[in-house]
C-alpha cells in the first residue's frame, strides 16, 4: 500500500514558546537555513511585507534581493498582525492558521489584509519548516508504470486495494463506483425523512439554512447512526472498513458502537440557499490548523443521491496534498487540475484532509450525501484541539447568520 501518512510533528514535542526568545534565537536560525526557498514562493504569491507584534515585541519579514529579510518593528510593513503569545505560539508550531485566528477574531483585519496574511501561510511554512512553496509543473500524475494516470477514473469494488492505494496517493482523491446498493441508499433517504423532525435549530446536533422562499431547512443531520440502522450496518460492513484500509497506515473508522459520538452526518444540499452554511468553498480541510499532526485524514462521502452539475457534485485540486500552498482559495498561479466528480446513488467519494475541494450549491436538483472520516492511530492529547473546534463552531454561528458560502 502507499502511505499518505505526512506527518512531521508529534504533540508530546508542542509546547508553549517564548516568543521573544524565539523571534531573537529560532527566527533568523531559520531564516539563515530556509531564506532562499521562502523567497521563492513569496516571489510567486507577490507576498508584501509581514509585520508581526507580540507583547513588547516586533518584527518584519520582507522578501528583498533573493531572500527573506528582518528588520525588528514594523514601520515598514504592509500588513500588521497582532497576537497574543498562545496565538503566535500555535501559528509557529502549526496547531493555528491565520484563518483559524481570523475567524476567532484573535486577529481582526480589513479584508485586503487578511488576504495578504493568507498569502504568508506557506512563506511561513517555508521558514519554519523548510518545505518549499509549490512551483508550477512540480507535481506531475503517472501510473506505477510511468504511463500517464486517468485523473477521471473510477473505481469499482473488483478493483486492487493496491491500484486504489497508488491513485490516492497520488492524487488526494477517490471515486469509488458503486460501492453500496440503491437499495440501501433508498432506505437511508428515508430514515433521513423520518430523523429531520427530531432535529431542532440550536440543538448542537444540526446545521441549518434559509432559502430564497424564507424556509428554513436543516442541512445537516449529525450523530446520524442514532437515527439509521442501515447507516449502523453501512459502519460495521466490510466494504467501509476496505476503504480505511486502503492507505496501510493505520485510518480508524471511529465508531465503537455508540450513538453518543458524532461518527457521521447525513447532509441535505436544498436549491437557492441564502443563509447560512451548505456548500463551502475552495478550502483544505487543515485550513484552520495541526496540518503537521494530523495528515492525512481521510473523508469519506457517501452519495445518498446522485450528483452533478446541477446537483451539488463536489470538486477537487488534485495532487494539492502534496503542495505547499494556501489552504482556503485557489491562487491564479496554481496549475494543478480541477476535477469535478459526479456521482450516482451508491458511489463514494474519498479525499484527504489536506487535498482542496469544494461543493458546488446544486441548480436543479437536491442533493443528499453522507459523511464521515478515518483518522491517522494517534497516542496522546492532541494539542489545540479545544481552540480549533472553538473555531469551527464560531464560524458556524457567524455563517448562519450571514449570506451563504462566504465562509469555511
Same mark, same amino acid.
Given at each position: 500500500?502507499?502511505?499518505?501518512?505526512?506527518?512531521?510533528?508529534?504533540?508530546?514535542?508542542?509546547?508553549?514558546?517564548?516568543?521573544?526568545?524565539?523571534?531573537?534565537?529560532?527566527?533568523? +536560525?531559520?531564516?539563515?537555513?530556509?531564506?532562499?526557498?521562502?523567497?521563492?514562493?513569496?516571489?510567486?504569491?507577490?507576498?508584501?511585507?509581514?509585520?508581526?507584534?507580540?507583547?513588547?515585541?516586533?518584527?518584519?519579514?520582507?522578501?528583498?534581493?533573493?531572500?527573506?529579510?528582518? @528588520?525588528?518593528?514594523?514601520?515598514?510593513?504592509?500588513?500588521?498582525?497582532?497576537?497574543?503569545?498562545?496565538?503566535?505560539?500555535?501559528?509557529?508550531?502549526?496547531?493555528?492558521?491565520?484563518?483559524?485566528?481570523?475567524?476567532?477574531?484573535?486577529?481582526?483585519?480589513?479584508?485586503?489584509?487578511?488576504?495578504? +496574511?493568507?498569502?504568508?501561510?506557506?512563506?511561513?511554512?517555508?521558514?519554519? @519548516?523548510?518545505?518549499?512553496?509549490?512551483?508550477?509543473?512540480?507535481?506531475?500524475?503517472?501510473?506505477?508504470?510511468?504511463?500517464?494516470?486517468?485523473?477521471?477514473?473510477? +473505481?469499482?469494488?473488483?478493483?486492487?486495494?493496491?491500484?486504489?492505494?497508488?491513485?490516492?496517493?497520488?492524487?488526494?482523491?477517490?471515486?469509488?463506483?458503486?460501492?453500496?446498493?440503491?437499495?440501501?441508499?433508498?432506505?437511508?433517504?428515508?430514515?433521513?425523512?423520518?430523523?429531520?423532525?427530531?432535529?431542532? $435549530?440550536? @440543538?448542537?446536533?444540526?446545521?441549518?439554512?434559509?432559502?430564497?422562499?424564507?424556509?428554513?431547512? !436543516?442541512?445537516?443531520?449529525?450523530? +446520524?447512526?442514532?437515527?439509521?440502522?442501515?447507516?449502523?450496518?453501512?459502519?460495521?460492513?466490510?466494504?467501509?472498513?476496505?476503504?480505511?484500509?486502503?492507505?496501510?497506515?493505520?485510518?480508524?473508522?471511529?465508531?465503537?458502537?455508540?450513538?453518543?459520538?458524532?461518527?457521521?452526518?447525513?447532509?441535505?444540499?436544498?436549491?437557492?440557499?441564502?443563509?447560512?452554511?451548505?456548500?463551502?468553498?475552495?478550502?483544505?480541510?487543515?485550513?484552520?490548523?495541526?496540518?503537521?499532526?494530523? !495528515?492525512?485524514?481521510?473523508?469519506?462521502?457517501?452519495?445518498?443521491?446522485?450528483?452533478?452539475?446541477?446537483?451539488?457534485?463536489?470538486?477537487?485540486?488534485?495532487?494539492?496534498?502534496?503542495?505547499?500552498?494556501?489552504?482556503?482559495?485557489?491562487?491564479?498561479?496554481?496549475?494543478?487540475?480541477?476535477?469535478?466528480?459526479?456521482?450516482?446513488?451508491?458511489?463514494?467519494?474519498?479525499?484527504?484532509? !489536506?487535498?482542496?475541494?469544494?461543493?458546488?450549491?446544486?441548480?436543479?436538483?437536491?442533493? $443528499?450525501?453522507?459523511?464521515?472520516?478515518?483518522?491517522?492511530?494517534?497516542?496522546?492529547?492532541?494539542?489545540?484541539?479545544? $481552540?480549533?473546534?472553538?473555531?469551527?463552531?464560531?464560524?458556524?454561528?457567524?455563517?448562519?447568520?450571514?449570506?451563504?458560502?462566504?465562509?469555511?
Amino acid at each position: 500500500m502507499f502511505s499518505v501518512d505526512i506527518r512531521s510533528r508529534l504533540d508530546s514535542d508542542a509546547e508553549q514558546i517564548d516568543s521573544e526568545v524565539w523571534i531573537e534565537t529560532k527566527l533568523p +536560525f531559520l531564516l539563515e537555513q530556509n531564506s532562499l526557498i521562502a523567497y521563492e514562493g513569496a516571489q510567486m504569491l507577490g507576498c508584501r511585507p509581514l509585520g508581526m507584534r507580540v507583547l513588547q515585541k516586533s518584527f518584519t519579514l520582507t522578501p528583498s534581493e533573493g531572500e527573506i529579510k528582518l @528588520d525588528l518593528g514594523v514601520s515598514n510593513a504592509s500588513v500588521v498582525v497582532d497576537l497574543d503569545e498562545i496565538s503566535f505560539s500555535d501559528l509557529v508550531q502549526d496547531i493555528q492558521t491565520p484563518q483559524s485566528l481570523a475567524t476567532s477574531k484573535v486577529i481582526d483585519l480589513p479584508l485586503k489584509e487578511h488576504f495578504r +496574511f493568507l498569502k504568508w501561510w506557506p512563506v511561513l511554512r517555508a521558514i519554519i @519548516d523548510g518545505r518549499s512553496v509549490y512551483k508550477p509543473g512540480e507535481i506531475d500524475f503517472s501510473n506505477q508504470d510511468g504511463s500517464p494516470l486517468d485523473l477521471n477514473r473510477s +473505481f469499482t469494488q473488483e478493483d486492487s486495494d493496491e491500484e486504489i492505494s497508488w491513485f490516492l496517493s497520488q492524487t488526494g482523491f477517490l471515486h469509488l463506483s458503486g460501492w453500496w446498493s440503491e437499495d440501501l441508499m433508498t432506505k437511508i433517504s428515508n430514515d433521513m425523512d423520518a430523523a429531520i423532525g427530531k432535529y431542532k $435549530r440550536g @440543538d448542537g446536533r444540526s446545521w441549518w439554512a434559509k432559502t430564497k422562499e424564507g424556509t428554513d431547512r !436543516c442541512v445537516r443531520l449529525q450523530y +446520524f447512526q442514532a437515527e439509521s440502522e442501515s447507516v449502523k450496518e453501512l459502519l460495521t460492513d466490510y466494504r467501509h472498513e476496505r476503504i480505511a484500509a486502503i492507505p496501510g497506515d493505520g485510518h480508524d473508522i471511529g465508531w465503537d458502537g455508540s450513538d453518543d459520538l458524532n461518527v457521521i452526518e447525513a447532509l441535505i444540499k436544498p436549491i437557492g440557499v441564502v443563509e447560512g452554511i451548505s456548500d463551502l468553498p475552495w478550502h483544505k480541510d487543515c485550513s484552520l490548523g495541526r496540518h503537521s499532526y494530523d !495528515c492525512s485524514s481521510m473523508t469519506v462521502g457517501v452519495s445518498v443521491t446522485g450528483a452533478d452539475s446541477r446537483s451539488g457534485q463536489l470538486s477537487v485540486v488534485a495532487g494539492s496534498h502534496r503542495a505547499n500552498l494556501q489552504p482556503n482559495f485557489i491562487h491564479p498561479y496554481l496549475d494543478l487540475p480541477i476535477i469535478d466528480l459526479p456521482t450516482k446513488a451508491g458511489d463514494v467519494t474519498v479525499h484527504l484532509s !489536506c487535498t482542496l475541494h469544494m461543493s458546488h450549491p446544486p441548480v436543479e436538483k437536491e442533493r $443528499r450525501v453522507m459523511y464521515t472520516s478515518f483518522v491517522l492511530p494517534h497516542k496522546g492529547k492532541k494539542i489545540g484541539v479545544d $481552540r480549533i473546534s472553538k473555531v469551527r463552531e464560531e464560524a458556524y454561528m457567524k455563517v448562519s447568520q450571514a449570506p451563504s458560502n462566504k465562509m469555511d
